[in-house]
């Protein structure tokens, strides 16, 4: 089943501040009330300069050392002209990189507006960077899946069927062979990029699995911190289903079958159950073929070139 989010995406100013450690040098206004919807990040070098078209006033702006520099050249009158009109267009917030000292004019137009002024140490490439990859998570589409999400090897491993199939009992007995739990029963899924999705657990069920017969455990509480993580990127899909004796399964794998999610195609296995099949040990084994084959082998491939060369060899007279 999956449960796609509808609307537009935002983060609060206020979640930035606090992710980033960012100094707010203008604290009487309420970050809590503004959010950012755009992943892009602005430096104002040609707004300074006087060139408006194609600003985006959705953007966070960041002032570096080419703007700080560039502003230096000019007069107070100047750079109150072109700064009030970027804080006119209600921009989300201006941050100040690498330390630089801001002058109080800055603090008088963002007080004025409504626009917060914000400072930071970090050098302007490395903190553009962070916080596009931030805002990238934060703002990406996302979808709800029914299913366990492990980390298996360092591989993420999202297991799907229908209720009761055995994906929980899967999932901690993974736990006890050392690997770790994401989430179970529902993962929230956000696409970062068209090759990158990311699952984590909803913020109530978040390390707890459910156990019919037993009830709700908290896996980290149980198995340490060690046993659990809260996102992971999902690299292999595995279909539970039941046992279908008319059904054809592959047993060689030499063409690989997709999941798509969110447009991203997953790799994806379809494995029946039978009684007696022990599930650890084959997510285990999926997990580690697929990290062989992204390391360039692939068994099932070696398996036929060996097949065809002995075919392919003349009996001895």
Not at 51 to 59: A, E, I, L, V
Not at 227 to 249: A, G, N, P
């Amino acid at each position: 089943m999956k449960n796609k989010s509808k609307g537009s995406y935002k983060v609060s100013l206020s979640n930035i501040i606090e992710k980033f450690h960012l100094k707010n040098l203008t604290p009487e206004i309420d970050t809590e009330k503004i959010f950012v919807h755009q992943t892009d990040l602005n430096r104002p070098a040609l707004p300074f300069a006087g060139y408006f078209n194609g600003f985006d006033s959705k953007r966070i702006q960041l002032i570096g050392k080419v703007e700080y520099e560039y502003l230096e050249t000019h007069d107070e009158a100047y750079i109150i002209e072109m700064a009030t009109r970027i804080f006119e267009t209600g921009v989300p917030c201006l941050i100040f990189c690498r330390g630089l000292e801001v002058a109080p004019l800055f603090l008088d137009l963002g007080n004025r507006f409504g626009v917060p002024v914000l400072w930071t140490e970090d050098s302007t490439s490395s903190f553009m960077s962070e916080m596009n990859r931030y805002l990238k998570i934060q703002l990406a589409p996302r979808i709800s899946i029914h299913g366990v999400l492990v980390d298996v090897f360092g591989e993420g491993v999202l297991i799907m069927g229908e209720s009761g199939i055995g994906k929980s009992e899967a999932a901690l007995e993974l736990v006890k062979r050392g690997h770790r739990l994401v989430s179970d029963d529902v993962v929230e899924i956000k696409k970062v990029n068209d090759e990158e999705l990311i699952g984590t657990a909803p913020d109530i069920t978040r390390y707890f699995i459910e156990l019919r017969g037993i009830g709700i455990i908290n896996v980290k509480t149980l198995y340490g911190v060690q046993s659990v993580r809260e996102t992971q990127t999902i690299d292999l899909v595995i279909k539970l289903e039941e046992w279908d004796r008319e059904r054809e399964y592959d047993r060689l794998g030499l063409e690989e079958q997709y999941e798509e999610i969110l447009g991203n195609k997953i790799v994806c296995h379809a494995i029946p159950i039978r009684p007696g099949r022990n599930l650890a040990i084959i997510v285990e084994a999926a997990a580690i073929n697929y990290r062989q084959k992204q390391m360039g082998y692939n068994a099932a491939h070696e398996l036929y070139r060996r097949v065809t060369s002995n075919l392919s060899k003349k009996p001895e007279d």
